[in-house]
């Protein structure tokens, strides 16, 4: 899957740097006192549905245990040298007494992370200890995301806009009463995590990389298409189509295109 970004919260208690000061030394350069560092804990994931009806399994949350440690702290996902600020020297899954909203014990991957005490950082310290600065985003990959239906792969089906698995179920949609739900599984690399200012997680957020069209198409234009599958850039280039014709002729389009899919269907089944 393409890179996605998970947002939650900073936790009010408080760090105490004198007992993690030996853990943090092994990500500086120059041996940092206690009282030259700011340590906050944060949640960073959970098992709970957020916004994007998608959520991370226990066996998720405990790979990215070690994929996130060390990982940089950074402002609104800018990638770049002075936009590190903080860094994450551990993490934990704990389970919580509260449970989520599908009934679960709530799961939270918490980190702790450090930042130095300077004339630079001190307006981003005062806003944390005072409250204002509480949302953060992670950044991740995961290996895939399948439907809490029935276990298939979901993907992104370009006609409709939505996520669908191969069995038809629609990510968002009820069948007997359960919600589809996107279940992020096997992570394959953390990035970072970020300050930012607007959560989309229940209790505190979670923006995904590509969680407007226009994030898509952001993301579509860096992306590497050599890699992507033929009948995936055929319907690409369809849609583009549709999206460039007016109403008329992109309803037409749409007729075609699912007359044309229902042919292939009947033709592939005499074929079996």
């Given amino acids: 899957m393409d890179r996605i970004e998970k947002l939650k919260a900073l936790q009010a208690t408080p760090i105490d740097p004198e007992k993690d000061i030996a853990l943090i030394n092994q990500y500086a ?8 560092v700011f340590c906050f ?19 998720a949350l405990e790979k990215l245990t070690t994929l996130f440690v060390g990982k940089s702290g950074i402002l609104d996902h800018r990638w770049s040298a ?3 600020v903080a860094r994450l020297y551990r993490c934990e899954v704990v389970e919580m007494s ?7 014990p709530l799961i939270v991957l918490r980190g702790s992370a450090y930042m130095l005490r300077n004339e630079a950082n001190k307006p981003l310290i005062e806003a944390i200890e005072g409250g204002i600065v509480k949302e953060v985003s992670v950044g991740c990959r995961v290996g895939k995301c399948t439907c ?3 276990g298939k792969d979901l993907k992104l089906d370009w006609r409709t806009w939505t996520y669908q698995c ?14 589809c739900v996107g279940e992020l599984k096997e992570p394959q690399e953390a990035y970072e995590f970020s300050f930012v200012a607007v959560p989309a997680q229940r209790g505190a957020g979670v923006t995904k990389g590509a969680e407007t069209l226009d994030d898509a198409v952001e993301l579509f234009k860096a992306g590497d298409l050599s890699k992507a599958k033929p009948e995936d850039l055929k319907a690409i280039i369809q849609r583009s189509q549709m999206a460039l014709a007016g109403n008329d002729e992109r309803a037409e389009r749409t007729k075609i295109l699912t007359e044309n899919q229902k042919f292939l269907e009947v033709k592939n089944h005499d074929t079996v």
């Fill in 98 to 104: 509260e449970k989520n909203s599908l009934g679960e």
């Fill in 148 to 150: 809490s239906v029935c």
């Fill in 166 to 179: 191969e069995t038809g179920h629609i990510k968002g949609e009820k069948y007997n009463g359960k919600q």
């Fill in 29 to 36: 350069h120059k041996e940092l006192t206690p009282e030259g």
């Fill in 41 to 59: 804990p944060v949640n960073l994931c959970d098992n709970d549905v957020d916004r994007d009806i998608e959520r991370f399994t226990k066996a």
């Fill in 82 to 84: 002075e936009k590190q």
